[in-house]
């Protein structure tokens, strides 16, 4: 269901929400490609393939810089997995904190996680599935049932804003424990990436050309098409025009890291909105791939490597990282993706998807599947518990959308 037919809920004043700041961070949806999560997991399998033990121990202190541990039960039995070469699972999340500081003790707390992908890895079937989840899916948080209803993306917001003392795998746990219930799988790994950073490792790469889909101007200073630090990008051209003064253009055929970070925020002018942003992230994404591959040695060096980890955070320790790349690239060979399409719905001013048991047991079991475990029922509509006067408020998925509530919604669709 798009957009444009979302059922609009009654307001209902007596319904509360515990922070209404926080219910205002959420932004309209928007869907990341599978590519950021395969560059994501590439660039982490590389640390461990093109490295080499010798030299991936010279950039241990920056590998464990980028580690952060959940404490879930399903990542303490992971290491042994890798070990044993078993099928295993990751939960990728996209965000922009704003900054390149990437995800250190001043990271941004607030930040919500704007894609979320399920990925699983089988070395066995030399298999990559990997599952887009609606960032707006309607939400009981684990640990924060109070605030319901919230958005899928906020998980691990809330988490860092309710404890300063947090640290980013806490803030993730909070996200992977809700997912977990509400489908019903089991996730080992997770893998951050911050989209601010990718300026710093684009201009570690000595630049890139990514092709623009569209015409448009973007000033760094104000956001929109007007104002200093001006970009200039042209349908079809990997070429573009930069003026400091917002006037005085000069031309360059070389993105460089603010160009890159230019290229890919502007939103208000695209006609696709954010799928618009997001298609721009991923032709960022693919031309620094594509820099690599041609010259895989661009990124055999610390620099390059300190950049990449700084903004990627994972609880993956250089031992998993390295057998990662040795024994699980063959579950590349064949990559299957999937996206789980919510149906849109307004609820007190604010957009959320609403997905039926149906939808969510499509994802339970090609997770399970693909992790080669026994079929099970599905989770809980919304990840955790809710009162009987909560579910009152907003109804449940299955009453409300019951033709797509139907065994043709238990397969995913392909992307």
């Known amino acids: 269901m798009s957009d444009n037919n979302k059922t609009e809920l009654p307001l209902d004043g007596s319904a509360s929400r515990l922070d209404r700041h ?16 395969l560059l994501v997991l590439s660039v982490l399998a590389l640390v461990g393939i093109g490295l080499g033990t010798f030299y991936a121990s010279k950039l241990k202190q920056s590998i464990d810089h980028s580690y952060s541990t959940t404490g879930l039960k399903s990542e303490k039995m992971s290491s042994q997995l890798i070990k044993d070469k078993k099928p295993i699972s990751f939960l990728v999340l996209g965000t922009d904190t704003g900054t390149t500081g990437g995800f250190g003790a001043d990271r941004d707390r607030s930040g919500l996680t704007d894609s979320l992908m399920l990925v699983t890895v089988n070395p066995e079937k030399e298999t990559t599935t ?21 958005k899928l993306n906020a998980a691990y917001a809330f988490r860092e804003t309710a404890d300063k003392e947090a640290t980013l795998g806490d803030g993730v746990s909070t996200t992977i424990t809700t997912i977990q219930k509400m489908f019903n799988i089991p996730i080992n790994y997770f893998a951050m990436v911050n989209m601010s950073g990718l300026g710093d490792v684009v201009d570690r790469l000595g630049g890139i050309q990514a092709v623009s889909p569209l015409t448009f101007d973007f000033s760094q200073e104000t956001a ?12 079809g051209k990997s070429d573009y025009y930069y003026a400091a003064d917002g006037e005085h253009f000069k031309h360059y055929k070389k993105m460089d890291g603010k160009a890159a970070l230019a290229f890919s925020r502007m939103r208000y002018q695209d006609p696709k909105g954010d799928y618009g942003r997001t298609q721009r992230q991923r032709i960022l994404l693919e031309a620094i791939m594509n820099k690599v591959k041609k010259n895989p040695t661009t990124i055999l060096n610390t620099d390059f490597i300190n950049a990449t980890t700084k903004n990627i955070a994972s609880n993956l320790k250089l031992g998993d990282m390295l057998a990662l790349g040795s024994n699980y690239m ?7 993706s999937y996206t789980v399409q919510g149906e849109g719905q307004m609820y007190q001013g604010v957009s959320y998807q609403r997905v039926t ?5 499509a994802v339970t079991d090609t997770v399970r599947s693909a992790l080669g475990l026994s079929p099970a029922t599905t989770g809980e509509e919304f990840g955790s518990d809710v009162t009987s006067y909560q579910l009152a408020q907003v109804g449940s998925a299955d009453d409300q959308y019951p033709e797509f509530n139907t065994a043709s919604n238990e ?5």
């Open 411 to 415: 397969k995913l669709p392909n992307n």
């Open 330 to 336: 063959a579950a590349t060979k064949h990559i299957n």
């Open 357 to 361: 048991t149906a939808q969510r047991q």
């Open 130 to 150: 990997m599952i887009s989840l609606p960032r707006d899916i309607m939400t009981s948080i684990d640990g924060f049932e109070e605030s319901f209803p919230q």
């Open 224 to 235: 929109h098409e007007t104002g200093n630090d001006l970009y200039r990008f042209t349908e």
């Open 22 to 37: 926080r219910a205002d961070l959420h932004q309209p949806k928007r869907k990341k490609g599978w590519r950021i999560a």
